[in-house]
């Protein structure tokens, strides 16, 4: 059977020394057919002539099924800026790259061929942290905000399941990690117009659909550098999060959760309360109930 088209969507704002790696690792790919969708948010910098210069080398459109390269009108965001280019994708199987980050080069095929033994529309790899030179940087020194980055081959390992790492932390730490399916985008995008979480908001939607694959191979490259945006972000975190949790708890509560695996109590009867402690989400969804008791009575 002929393998299906992945579209990737590269939103970039001023990654001018970055972007042309980006670029190349998508090109780079072992997997046969693969487009780019490259939208600029409005970038102060060359960004966006570099990546019509990449795109236009002939090593590189050559080795892409099709290329459609943007500016937006005004800065629009990480998240509006994939939904557009979402809307502009071809593919059965869809990607992101954030233009600072790169692809390891097996990582479609890798993560595909999992997602289709497994039937299921959700897959993420291990992420490998490298400075703004592309060397790589120790797991030791990485700051608080991207903890999750030193559990990730502990989660799949802990829980009956991948999603109830998920109930922990964002176990992929970034969109760029994400491959999903079209069908899984339909019913779980698109990306909410969140500044802090918007990855880990579609990602609890995702996985309330399918039950992601998780595949332990250094295939997602993230970049530490001085403009990364998670630092200048921390502070809507709180807000966000609550955005976040209550569109989950409304969708459990409803019982519109299609993942016969993922962490409820209806899936998982008596086995999620075992892990309610250790997974922030799950004690927040399942409070302790001789507390809430108690707390009545006084």
Not at 17 to 37: G, K, L, N, T
Not at 109 to 131: C, N
């Amino acid at each position: 059977m002929a393998e299906s088209l992945v579209s990737v969507v590269v939103p970039c704002y001023n990654h001018e020394q970055f972007v042309e790696a980006a670029i190349r690792s998508i090109a780079a790919q072992d997997y046969p057919r693969v487009e780019i969708i490259f939208i600029d948010d409005v970038s102060k910098d060359r960004s966006l002539d570099i990546a019509r210069q990449t795109l236009a080398r002939p090593e590189i459109g050559s080795r892409l099924e099709r290329v459609q390269i943007m500016r937006n009108e005004e800065n629009l965001g990480a998240a509006r800026t994939i939904n557009k280019g979402m809307a502009l994708a071809a593919g059965e199987y869809l990607a992101i790259l954030n233009s600072d980050d790169l692809f390891g080069p097996t990582r479609f095929s890798r993560i595909i061929a999992e997602m289709q033994a497994s039937q299921t529309g959700f897959g993420f790899s291990r992420v490998v942290p490298i400075d703004h030179r592309g060397a790589l940087v120790p797991l030791k020194s990485l700051p608080a905000t991207l903890g999750p980055i030193r559990n990730q081959d502990l989660f799949p390992a802990a829980f009956p399941a991948v999603s109830f790492g998920f109930f922990a932390e964002n176990i992929a730490i970034s969109t760029g990690n994400f491959v999903f399916s079209r069908t899984v985008w339909e019913t779980a995008g698109p990306f909410r117009n969140l500044a802090y979480v918007h990855d880990y908001d579609f990602a609890l939607a995702a996985i309330m659909e399918c039950e992601p694959v998780y595949v332990p191979e250094d295939l997602y490259f993230y970049r530490l550098h001085g403009t990364n945006s998670y630092a200048s972000l921390a502070h809507v975190a709180e807000v966000e999060s609550a955005i976040m949790f209550n569109r989950l708890a409304a969708r459990i509560n409803a019982n519109k959760v299609k993942n016969l695996r993922a962490p409820t109590r209806r899936n998982w009867p008596g086995v999620v309360d075992m892990f309610r402690d250790r997974l922030g989400i799950l004690a927040m969804l399942y409070p302790d109930e001789s507390s809430s008791r108690a707390g009545r009575k006084a």
